[in-house]
């Protein structure tokens, strides 16, 4: 084929963005989701079609939409519907949540009805082997090789503070900002009694609260209030008795899917009911909502609790030991 390689002015300026203000406010933002949203469906996007004259364009997500891998089922007058892929484990629905329509509508994902297996073997037999052997990437894309730590010291200055024991209100040790650190995380300081985990940022101290054990009762909830949602191809019906909408929710990528219940309210939040409590749900992070194979929309954070360390329960964790099936078995410890 003769391909013609264009390469696109980077993006540096990247302390003007949504990005880097949503790290110095101490949240901890979708990075892949973001690029997706603004930069290769949106800037990328509109580079090809405008400057290029593409018709559509084509990118190596695993994911289908309703319009076919090739836009074989194209419909100019229908919106588009995004579903996961064929291969369940390389599924990329969760990172394009954000994707807007009209990018979608002429987009092409050629691998969506592949398992990533035959992917190789389809490489292979072509004489690319550097594409078979190549190994998974799991970075974030415009970060390239260099470790996300001192990729975002770049742009936000270090403000030290203390982590503080949620129990007792003991100094255990100090970190170098907000920025550095994530709810769930493990904090590695050598010397303590057992494993810290923040569980918390309080802007108003600059300290972060951790507690002992990953599986601590304080890092699980089952509710979520989210900010105003984006669906990918129209508002979902809600029950007109009940008001509610009964779907599933993933909050990380490779997380099994957890059923859930949608109540809208008069601001355009989302109020979410958890069936089973998950860990670590953090603010500024975007949660997906899906009916069957189909990625419905997503939402950006804005509250998440009471914890069951604040409702004075106690997490059953056998299924976060297992797959899906034992998944189900945290039921029983739900209100």
Request: with cysteine; charged share 20%; glycine share 6%.
């Amino acid at each position: 084929m003769r391909l013609v390689f264009v390469r696109l002015r980077r993006i540096t300026k990247m302390h003007n963005g949504y990005l880097i203000e949503q790290y110095e406010n101490g949240y901890t933002p979708n990075p892949d989701i973001l690029c997706n949203k603004y930069i290769k469906f949106d800037h990328f996007f509109n580079f090809a079609c405008n400057k290029l004259q593409a018709d559509a364009i084509a990118t190596g997500h695993y994911v289908r939409t309703s319009f076919g891998s090739y836009l074989e089922h194209f419909k100019p007058d229908t919106n588009v519907s995004l579903f996961q892929a064929r291969d369940a484990e390389k599924d990329q629905t969760f990172f394009l949540c954000q994707v807007p329509q009209q990018a979608l509508r002429y987009s092409m994902f050629p691998l969506g009805e592949y398992l990533k297996k035959d992917v190789k073997q389809i490489a292979w037999k072509a004489g690319l082997d550097k594409v078979a052997l190549k190994r998974e990437s799991r970075g974030i894309c415009f970060v390239g090789k260099r470790n996300f730590q001192n990729f975002i010291s770049k742009y936000i200055s270090d403000k030290p503070g203390d982590f503080v024991d949620l129990d007792d209100g003991r100094v255990v040790g100090k970190h170098m900002g907000f920025h550095h650190w994530t709810i769930g995380q493990n904090i590695k300081i050598s010397g303590l009694p057992a494993a810290y985990y923040v569980y918390k940022k309080d802007i108003n101290t600059n300290n972060i609260i951790v507690v002992k054990g990953t599986h601590n009762s304080a890092l699980y909830s089952e509710l979520i209030i989210t900010k105003t949602p984006y669906w990918i191809s129209s508002e979902p019906e809600f029950n007109s008795f009940s008001g509610l909408l009964n779907c599933d929710l993933r909050f990380q990528h490779r997380d099994p899917l957890v059923s859930c219940t949608v109540h809208k309210n008069l601001k355009n939040q989302l109020i979410i009911q958890l069936s089973q409590p998950l860990r670590a749900i953090t603010e500024g992070q975007f949660v997906t909502l899906y009916n069957g194979e189909e990625c419905l929309g997503s939402a950006v954070i804005s509250y998440c609790g009471p914890s069951y360390y604040s409702l004075n329960q106690e997490v059953k964790m056998d299924h976060y030991r297992g797959n899906n099936e034992t998944q189900k078995q945290i039921a029983d410890a739900s209100i």
